[in-house]
């Protein structure tokens, strides 16, 4: 088994899933190691995601783990056998680590759900925008981290699955540039909206109890449930949460926040009258 340098998020995720289910089962990583013929090294390298593992091994360690879910087992071994190299591999070694394993994990989502409170979403971003946002950071970024931090932005804007975003209007007030464009970032964000598989809900200044779930957050959907992820910023990067625990709560979260905002049809109209204003 060829070990891996730096393995993605969902190769670790893969690996951590596996580690669950041993450990449900009651077994050590010496005996989940004798179930395949390899020894606890090898086993701790899969259960990190630092080795790939084949699709019958998946099988036969979910078959000895008493796993009896078969999606979720289909589930890991598609995440297993995956080859794929996304648009986002050009961009390795260039930028951040957590840039990358945020594009892939949207590029495998079922469905994403956003709460933005003081930015609009990345993946709904203008150029200016997203240049504005990338040119605000401490330390300064160079020129050249600064154009690939937004080409980087800007390539992964194709929201092909379902889409709900819970918008504070303090996100859409902040004027991270100028009055143009923020102008242009409401009106896509307008344009966005009318999509399909697009829903755009306004939470405003004026309602009363938001503290109760007023954090930004991003909510990706996997293949089953619980294979979802919540992706959280965090001063060096972005942390990724998917104990099931911690899932639900953020469903709920989600849920409440929903609950209180606009409908889209009053959310559009609300944002058609910011950019009247501006």
């Known amino acids: 088994m060829v070990q891996r340098r730096e393995p993605t998020a969902r190769q670790m995720r893969l690996g951590l899933e596996l580690r669950r289910l041993r450990e449900a089962a009651g077994l050590t990583a010496v005996q989940a190691a004798a179930l395949l013929g390899a020894n606890r090294v090898q086993m701790s390298h899969i259960e990190s995601g630092l080795v790939g593992v084949s699709e019958e091994r998946v099988r036969r360690l979910a078959s000895h783990y008493a796993c009896l879910d078969a999606e979720f087992v289909d589930a890991l071994v598609a ?3 995956d080859r794929t190299r996304g648009w986002w591999e050009e961009y ?11 594009s892939e994990l ?3 989502a079922s469905f994403r759900r956003d709460v933005a409170i003081l930015y609009v979403p990345g ?3 203008t150029e200016e925008y997203a240049r504005a946002v990338f040119s605000s950071r401490v330390p300064a970024l160079t020129e050249d981290e600064l154009e690939l931090r937004v080409r980087h932005r800007l390539a992964g804007q194709h929201i092909t699955v379902p889409y709900e975003l819970v918008i504070h209007e303090s996100a ?3 004027r991270v540039s100028d009055r143009a464009a923020s102008r242009a970032q409401l009106a896509k964000l307008l344009e966005l909206s009318e999509a399909d598989n697009v829903t755009v809900r306004v939470v405003p200044f004026d309602l009363d109890g938001f503290a109760r779930a007023a954090s930004t957050m991003t ?5 089953v449930p619980k294979l979802d992820t919540v992706v959280r910023d965090v001063p060096h990067g972005s942390a990724f949460i998917d104990s099931e625990a911690q899932l639900s709560a953020f469903r709920t979260r989600f849920r409440k926040v929903e609950e209180v905002s606009f409908d889209p049809t009053r959310s ?3 944002i058609n009258r910011l950019a009247r204003e501006l």
Do not use: C, E, K, W
């Open 172 to 174: 859409l007030r902040i």
């Open 268 to 270: 559009r109209d609300f």
């Open 123 to 125: 993946v709904l971003q």
């Open 79 to 81: 995440m297993a056998t």
């Open 92 to 102: 390795r070694g260039l930028l951040p680590t957590s840039f990358l394993d945020l």
């Open 219 to 223: 909510y990706v959907g996997g293949p």
């Open 106 to 108: 949207n590029h495998h």
